[in-house]
């Protein structure tokens, strides 16, 4: 027998509580809700169509961000129920300001000054985690350990801000190599070890990919995966976590899933 999503959602939900900071975005609730391979260097294509090239607005990204239609084999939910390491960016505290980029895209934010933004949290759709019959399956939370969960958003600027955006980001990536500390409210406080380059999904626009290595009380090091492109005035960002790191299991080679980059750039083409 298949599990239900709604006994893998829970398990996620448990699981979420070990590092708010490394997954911000725990599934669950509608589709319809909104959170407010090639070269790493960042690469840009000359084509931008009328729709992406425009800064768009809330509802405009809604309507343009993936869907479970979209992603074959992917359950795909709101990014946000309440569980995030900060409310907002006015609360994330960088303590080397350079290294702000990449420590929204981890806490579930626009990398930039944004106009508008929208989220959505993709992971393996139930039958897809586990396919043991019921009698010989393991735990929920097990299975839902084994799972690479995507946090993807779209975010769009005025003017040139997507390309100063992503100008900030490419600095921060090379910059913050040696790591980082980010605090929520001057309380919370999450160190980052790590910060390497990686090999984008193909994928049209201006490209770039980075791993971030973080610290658990545990003495682990987790790494998570985030892959950002801009379309025009947009900006896709897709951030992966292994459920597994986070559980004290062992962490299997995993990247951003190229066919989440996919089909979210075919919406924005």
């Known amino acids: ?29 509608s589709d319809d809700s909104d959170a407010s391979e090639s070269s790493n260097k960042p690469s840009s294509s000359p084509a931008k169509t009328a729709e992406t090239a425009k800064t768009l607005t809330s509802a405009e990204l809604k309507k343009l961000i993936v869907t479970k239609a979209d992603l074959e084999g992917y359950d795909v939910d709101s990014a946000d129920t309440g569980g995030r390491f900060a409310e907002s960016k006015d609360e994330v505290t960088v303590a080397d300001a350079r290294c702000e980029p990449i420590a929204y895209v981890l806490t579930g934010f626009a990398p930039g000054e944004e106009s508008a933004f929208v989220s959505r949290m993709a992971s393996p759709a139930a039958q897809v985690i586990t396919s043991k019959p019921e009698a010989e399956s393991t735990d929920p939370l097990e299975d839902a350990l084994g799972a690479t969960m995507t946090i993807v958003s779209l975010s769009s600027y005025e003017g040139d801000g997507a390309e100063r955006t992503m100008r900030a980001l490419g600095d921060a990536v090379a910059g913050c190599t040696g790591g980082f500390t980010a605090s929520a409210k001057g309380q919370d406080t999450e160190k980052f070890t790590k910060v390497s380059t990686e090999k984008s999904a193909a994928t049209s626009g201006e490209s770039m990919a980075f791993a971030v290595t973080g610290a658990t009380e545990g003495g682990g090091e987790p790494t998570v ?3 950002v492109v801009r379309h025009g005035s947009t900006i896709a960002t897709y951030y992966s976590i292994n459920l597994a790191a986070l559980g004290g299991g062992k962490q299997t080679k995993y990247s951003v899933p190229a066919a989440i980059v996919k089909a979210q750039a075919a919406k924005l083409a």
């Open 1 to 29: 027998m298949k599990r239900s999503s709604r006994a893998r959602l829970g398990a996620t939900a448990a699981v979420c509580a070990l590092s708010i900071a490394l997954i911000t975005g725990c599934g669950g609730g």
């Open 225 to 227: 995966h985030a892959q």
